[in-house]
């Protein structure tokens, strides 16, 4: 496995949620009241949209754009009788740093600089 760091331990609370770029990757950072950290796709599964204006209430993540929820401790969806679920991560915490493994990291497109 590959971990990459994607933040340091103090940015992420109990209750809260996090979303990363890891190369060209989004990672989600949860961590659910009462659970431990988890690491997903920032991605909904549902429709392949961008979470980046979920909410997380502590237990549930709400995509903005369908309302479909999904539990934090095991990434199932909770709103709908669907297979659908969060992809999770591997995760890890090393040192003061949260390492998620999301597979081969690419670097993100750099738009070519102009020439002058």
Known sequence: MAFTAVCPTSAMAEGGMGLYQVGKKSVLLLWPRGGELKAYRGRCPHADVPLTEAT?????ITCPHHQWG??????????????????????Q???????????????????????S
Do not use: M, W
């Open 56 to 60: 997380f209430d502590g237990k549930t």
């Open 70 to 91: 999904f539990d934090g401790v095991n990434g199932k969806c909770v709103t709908h009788l669907v297979r659908n679920a969060l992809h999770a991560y591997p995760l």
């Open 93 to 115: 915490v090393e040192g003061d740093e949260i390492q998620v493994d999301v597979g081969p990291v690419k670097p993100a497109i750099r738009s070519p600089s102009a020439a």
